[in-house]
């Protein structure tokens, strides 16, 4: 009777060992699989979209921030020197910028950036005395040259109302002048009288940024 009694006990015994192992080697093959992986081209794909990325990288303006120009600009030679020998694709939202070989066994690392489209200009207005030119955000330094005609001074330069440059015999030349990518910038000139048109020059440069991401894939 107690034999009979204990055969149940022995069936869930059993099932529980069974179960067991079945998890046992279930784990034990994805550790397995995970060995298996090349860690190397994992590190080799990241470290490629880090470099990709950086703020001194051969893309970027400036952290996650890519020049339109130099994502044109990437080839096959460009990405050869900084993965090596592996061969590897980079992605512009799905679409291929550049590759080397063919990636038939991918490890693939993606970053969120932003694609800059940088526009130079340049202005050459006549300004009158207290007026002001207008820079469009988006820009973060403008560069003024200043060459008024013979007995006119101009004695400062304003940004925003902050004195930037000064000199009271007066300026002359090349200068740069940091501005805000997050508001407009007005720059005035204190000058002895109006200033014509090509007295005074203004470049800088206005950039215009899109969502994107960045796909690296690096062969096993």
Same mark, same amino acid.
């Given at each position: 009777?107690?034999?009979?009694?204990?055969?149940?006990?022995?069936?869930?015994?059993?099932?529980?060992?069974t179960a067991a192992t079945g998890v046992s080697l279930?784990?034990?093959?994805?550790?397995?699989?995970?060995?298996?992986?090349?860690?190397?081209?994992?590190?080799?794909?990241?470290?490629?979209a880090d470099r990709l990325v950086a703020a001194n990288?051969?893309?970027?303006?400036?952290?996650?921030?890519?020049?339109?120009?130099?994502?044109?600009? /990437? %080839? @096959?030679?460009?990405? *050869?020197?900084?993965?090596?020998?592996? #061969? =590897?694709?980079? $992605? &512009?939202?799905? !679409?291929? +910028?550049?590759?080397?070989?063919?990636?038939?066994?991918?490890?693939?690392?993606?970053?969120?950036?932003?694609?800059?489209?940088?526009?130079?200009?340049?202005?050459?207005?006549?300004?009158?005395?207290?007026?002001?030119?207008?820079?469009?955000?988006?820009?973060?330094?403008?560069?003024?040259?200043?060459?008024?005609?013979?007995?006119?001074?101009?004695?400062?330069?304003?940004?925003?109302?902050?004195?930037?440059?000064?000199?009271?015999?007066?300026?002359?030349?090349?200068?740069? /002048? %940091? @501005?805000?990518?997050? *508001?407009?910038?007005?720059?005035?000139? #204190? =000058?002895?009288? $109006? &200033?014509?048109? !090509?007295? +005074?020059?203004?470049?800088?440069?206005?950039?215009?940024?899109?969502?994107?991401?960045?796909?690296?894939?690096?062969?096993?």
């Open positions: 009777m107690r034999a009979q009694l204990n055969l149940p006990a022995l069936g869930v015994a059993l099932l529980l060992v279930a784990v034990a093959n994805g550790a397995f699989d995970a060995a298996e992986r090349d860690p190397v081209a994992d590190h080799a794909a990241t470290a490629l990288g051969p893309l970027a303006i400036r952290q996650n921030v890519l020049d339109a120009r130099e994502l044109r600009r /990437l %080839d @096959a030679a460009d990405v *050869r020197s900084l993965v090596g020998a592996r #061969d =590897a694709v980079v $992605r &512009l939202d799905g !679409g291929v +910028v550049a590759r080397t070989g063919d990636v038939t066994d991918p490890r693939t690392v993606r970053r969120l950036v932003l694609v800059a489209t940088v526009e130079n200009r340049t202005l050459a207005p006549a300004i009158e005395r207290g007026a002001a030119v207008t820079i469009p955000r988006r820009t973060d330094a403008v560069t003024v040259t200043i060459d008024p005609p013979a007995g006119t001074v101009v004695r400062a330069v304003r940004v925003n109302g902050r004195t930037a440059l000064l000199n009271d015999a007066g300026l002359r030349g090349t200068f740069t /002048l %940091d @501005a805000s990518r997050f *508001r407009t910038t007005r720059i005035g000139f #204190d =000058a002895t009288d $109006r &200033l014509p048109a !090509g007295s +005074v020059t203004v470049a800088y440069a206005v950039e215009r940024t899109e969502k994107g991401v960045l796909g690296v894939s690096v062969d096993a």
